[in-house]
């Protein structure tokens, strides 16, 4: 098959950002003098490449955006600044740290991220150097939370299956600082440390090299029985296999990746595909070889085209198979039984091996903030004082009390009830399991709006939901500004992906369990048809489901939607 046939091949020349990032010193560039101007509060689109591998997006208040046009004055320019916490753990410390910079340099408000991470929004560019020493001094960072390297390294945040957990954890954790940029341009710009000259490329980036990879790249362990991590959604997913209470290693699943572009049919979501196991001692090994196989072949002529799944999709995964057991020098053995059940979290009280408790608490969306009666915020820095456990981001943008003691699993509750704080219990399955992007105001890439807009159309949908005696049945629902699927629409039972303001595109079908990708079932359509179509379906499925039938696979098996069996057929 000649290469014009398939685009995701490169055969045109680098990409502006592959230039950037070659001139750029190993992410220096002229960062240093950007952040010092007075003159405006953005910075130019070469530094602000830049920036993301530092863990930081230029952007700007978009619902400010016209009006500011007409007064002639520059966009309300701000920072979104990114903190990785690998397996999304936090110390109570910690996140007093990150409460402080949100309140006194962003915008009040925190966000927890779909992998795991802190979102800052609304720093101004006069703060972004003591922000991010003020992260650093936390013994937390920003470095690699964005841009074209592997990211923050996800793991199921649930420590209470077995002590088998913190094992993983811990692996996760090794992974995210082995797979770290090693320039210490992070170090000279946010923190001073004086420059070291050196000539040696290999001293720099042994692994990435000075052009790094083509595109942003993304990990995570899923521990069965428990996808919470949607496993099939990453780059590099890794699958534990527990045997007898011990961790006896990995099975390696490659080339998943949600994002897509609007009216490219070359562009599409993708799942992962298992090619075999490794030990705990192997991991480290397999995952960078992986990694410089995409950095050798990835296409950097066309970012849209530059993940590793083009890249496997392109050449086969037998050719990705063959090139990792070259590298490595040995062979993968093959993949062990597994079984997932579900990708959601098990909300409330739940008692871990270690006879301490955890509490999973529904954070709407993954905005922590203070209303008026439900002062969420305080109330989980309250907790932070008082807390002698960890705090556990999840996947699905909720929080975890972890390793509470029993004397303090009182006085936490009081905290709970005092800032009135509604028990999961009293919320339902739907919006329990529902997830969405930050899109407007702050997102550039945003064609409509998801955070603020999902939570009132569950409202709407829950009145169905109620009728049909679904109130306790979960149905993942999902909701993306744009394509790029922050939140994995893509891989929901219901996603909605924006297309423009009030418009999206219906997709049904996803899998229960993260194990199989949607398909549009109607494009570009408003509040109101997209409740007339799902009304009836949820009917339908409230009356005529199968005992323990989930409802992306209902709306397969009653004939409303083909199933996708791969992310090349999705647009099918």
Known sequence: MANEDRPHIQTGPPSDVEDIKEKSDYLRGTLVNTLQNPLTAGIPEEDNRLMKFHGSYLQDDRDLRNERRR???????????????????????????????????????????????????????????????????????????????????????????????????????????????????????????????????????????????????????????????????????LIAIIENEKLRGFNVSVGGGMGMTHGDSHTYPQLSRVIGFCTPEQVTDVSEKLITIQRDFGNRHERKYARFKYTIDARGIDWLIDELHERLGYSLEEARPYSFTDNGDRYGWVKGVNNRWHYTLFVQNGRIKDEEQYELMSAIREIARIHTGEFRLSPNQNLVISNVTAAKKKAIREILDRYHIVDSKQISALRKSSMACVSFPTCGLAMAESERYLPSLIDKLEETVNEVGLRDKEIVIRMSGCPNGCSRAAMAEIGFIGKAPGKYNLYLGGGFKGERLSKMYKENIGEEEMLDTLRPLLSDYGKNRSAGEHFGDYVIRAGYIKATSDGTNFHD
């Open 71 to 237: 007064q002639k004055l520059e966009p309300a320019h701000q920072f979104m600044v990114r903190v990785r916490a690998p397996g999304g753990v936090a110390t109570p410390e910690q996140w007093l740290a990150i409460d402080n910079l949100a309140t006194t340099y962003g915008n009040g408000t925190l966000k927890l991220t779909t992998r795991q991470a802190f979102q800052i929004h609304g720093i101004l560019k006069w703060n972004m150097k003591t922000s991010i020493r003020a992260i650093n001094d936390s013994l937390m960072d920003t470095l690699a939370a964005c841009g074209d390297v592997n990211r923050n390294v996800m793991c199921n945040p649930n420590p209470d299956e077995s002590a088998v957990h913190q094992q993983v954890y811990e692996c996760a954790n090794k992974l995210s600082d082995y797979l770290s940029p090693r320039t210490r341009a992070y170090h000279e710009i946010w923190l001073d440390e004086e420059k070291i000259e050196s000539n040696k490329e290999v001293e720099q980036e042994p692994m990435y090299g000075k052009l790094y990879l083509p595109r942003k790249f993304k990990m995570g362990i899923a521990i069965p029985p428990s996808n919470d991590v949607d496993v099939f959604s990453q780059d590099i997913g």
